[in-house]
């Protein structure tokens, strides 16, 4: 569990999680939408059935990718850098300041990046620190754009959580479980609710297989 707000009235109004695993999100993916649940609550004493609906969004998380850079084409200079007291002050050139011109492969806009480094007395080590910042600082920006992404998706499938989206019914009174995509039920709720979902997962993947070989004939 990653993050999580407790409901005003018990329970919780939202909980993010990670799932890792093989094929975890071509397994998980069908879960995404909404999913209504019609039960009896404890408190209806005239044993009336409520609607209520949770809207589910899987999102496959980033994929890892190397920063590229031609350090050939970075330019160094060295200057006198200050700091504490010592003869070595303002002597030796152990600064190290690197122009790299970095081309944003998500706006496809050309930067400078500048980076300065006096952390130590050493001017090698002062390079090796300033190079690993210009690589950090690459990733960061071309990784923010996976990010967002995933944001937006996020986001978007949240904002679509009406019930007239429902994918799936969770009947308790007649413990059953229904996907509407597929009109694929099971009448073990609880064994469903336990996490026995593999026979429903098998129903969407053969579902999706044959929808995807009609569009291939066409």
């Avoid at 939202?14 to 071509?26: K, L, M, N, Q, R």
Wanted: net charge negative; with cysteine; aromatic share 8%.
């Amino acid at each position: 569990m990653t993050d999580f707000n407790e409901g005003a009235v018990g329970g919780y109004k939202e909980i993010d999680f990670a799932v890792s695993g093989a094929d975890v999100y071509g397994t998980l993916k069908y879960e995404s939408g909404v999913h209504r649940v019609q039960r009896v609550p404890v408190t209806e004493s005239n044993g009336r059935m409520q609607t209520s609906a949770a809207t589910v969004a899987v999102l496959p998380e980033a994929d890892k990718f190397e920063v590229h850079i031609n350090e050939g084409e970075i330019k160094w200079d060295t200057f006198r850098s200050s700091g504490a007291g010592g003869q070595n002050v303002n002597k030796v050139e152990s600064g190290v300041r690197l122009r790299y011109m970095w081309k944003n492969p998500n706006t496809g806009e050309s930067e400078e990046i500048l980076i300065e480094c006096t952390e130590t007395r050493d001017q090698p080590k002062n390079k090796e620190r300033a190079l690993s910042r210009l690589y950090t600082f690459i990733y960061d920006k071309e990784h923010q754009k996976y990010v967002d992404d995933i944001a937006s998706r996020r986001k978007s499938l949240v904002s679509t959580g009406d019930r007239s989206a429902k994918i799936r019914t969770y009947n308790f009174p007649q413990g059953r479980v229904t996907d509407h995509r597929i009109g694929f039920t099971t009448h073990d709720l609880q064994g469903f609710l336990g996490g026995d979902i593999q026979p429903m997962i098998d129903a969407l993947t053969v579902a999706e297989n044959a929808e995807r070989m009609k569009e291939t004939e066409l």
